[in-house]
């Protein structure tokens, strides 16, 4: 089986190349394909996501992606789009021993991926800008269904739908109508809804009355920036972009120019992004095994500087492939 793996920009190639020190120690005769793409590709050969690269993508079923820089609508975005990979999930989980604003928190963001002002559609008119916002019933029932049947997998209790359709009554209300329809389906399961903006205060002040949060692109991507900052922030917050046919696995960060190239980028969030991708692929045993050597290396104190530590990208990766080795 062939992974293809998409370092990037940034902390990107940073996070990856810890990555594959963990994964290649697990020896699970996956072939691992490396691929261009971002603001360096761009420069390099005028596309951000080269065809190469595209194809690469369109030939396996999944990917490993680290992070673009300014081009990421042009890669990640496009690349959700193409590989129709709809549903976004973002766990945010306080992981044992980080320091953070909820302890024990553990709920997830399933975001639609596809449409919403994502799809790109914008146009200048003279001294103006319109961009078109995409709802469409097919694709909020698909991943509210994609929410709910999150939950039943995992045995979570509640849904909760994030929407604004006091305002936005045509684009909102379909999300809204379709998470209804669907909660109708699942009696075992609670359901509710709150507007975007008041959901962001009972987020900051008290996180634990949600468990599953669905909701459109935009507010996906902006409240699991958010839920990431509830448990210790974006260094190890992981995600999955999961489809019917391909799947791409890819932290919730960026490129963080900010300490690109310092190498203190935190590989939490690509590490766990990969333990995503092993446990699509069936390899459970395995994915659990590296987050236990995670969570023991954060909470034996070892940690990068974003967790209150001191220890560089590659030496926290050094760690907890030792915690690995020794691991029965
Ligand atoms: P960002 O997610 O790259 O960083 C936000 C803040 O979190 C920064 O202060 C950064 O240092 C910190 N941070 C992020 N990941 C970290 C890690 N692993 N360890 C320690 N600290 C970490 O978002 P920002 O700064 O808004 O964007 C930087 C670039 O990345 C931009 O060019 C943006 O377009 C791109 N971007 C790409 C994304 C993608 O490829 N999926 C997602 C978000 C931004
Ligand atoms: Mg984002």
Not at 109 to 121: A, S
Not at 237 to 247: E, L, Q, R, T, V
Request: charged share 25%; aromatic share 8%.
């Amino acid at each position: 089986m062939k992974v293809v793996v998409i370092p990037g920009d940034g902390i990107g190639k940073e996070v990856m190349d810890a990555t594959m020190l963990i994964l290649n120690e697990l020896d699970l005769g996956l072939q691992y394909e490396f691929y261009e793409a971002g603001d360096q590709a761009l420069q390099k050969y005028g596309k951000a996501l080269p065809d190469e690269t595209l194809e690469a993508c369109r030939r396996n079923s999944v990917v490993l992606f680290g992070a673009a820089g300014e081009s990421a609508a042009d890669v990640i975005v496009r690349l959700r789009q193409e590989l129709e990979t709809y549903a976004n999930v973002r766990p945010a989980r306080a992981l044992r021993g980080v320091k953070c604003l909820y302890p024990g928190l553990d709920l997830v963001v399933v975001r639609e991926n596809t449409e919403c002002l994502y799809k790109g559609f914008e146009f200048e008119l003279e001294d103006s800008a319109v961009a078109i916002r995409v709802i469409t019933r097919k694709a909020s029932e698909r991943i509210a269904r994609f929410a709910f049947e999150l939950a039943k997998k995992e045995g979570r209790k509640k849904v909760t739908a994030l929407h604004k359709a006091n305002v936005m009554k045509k684009t909102c209300g379909i999300f809204r109508e379709a998470c209804r329809k669907v909660a109708r389906d699942y009696s075992g399961i609670e359901f509710n809804e709150y507007y975007i903006d008041a959901a962001c205060m009972f987020l900051v002040m008290n996180p634990y009355r949600f468990d599953v949060i669905v909701t459109t692109n935009m507010f996906g991507d902006i409240v699991s920036d958010l839920t990431a900052g509830l448990v210790g922030g974006l260094g190890i917050a992981p995600s999955a972009n999961i489809g019917d046919k391909y799947a791409i696995f890819e932290p919730v960060h960026g490129a963080a120019f900010d300490i690109a190239g310092k190498g203190i980028a935190n590989p939490t969030a690509m590490i766990l992004t990969a333990c995503m991708m092993l446990q699509h692929l069936g390899y459970t045993e395995e994915a659990k095994k590296v987050k236990k050597a995670l969570e023991e290396t954060i909470a034996s104190g070892k940690t990068t500087p974003d967790l209150g530590g001191n220890l560089k990208t590659k030496y926290f990766a050094n760690e907890v492939l030792k915690k690995l080795k020794e691991a029965p």
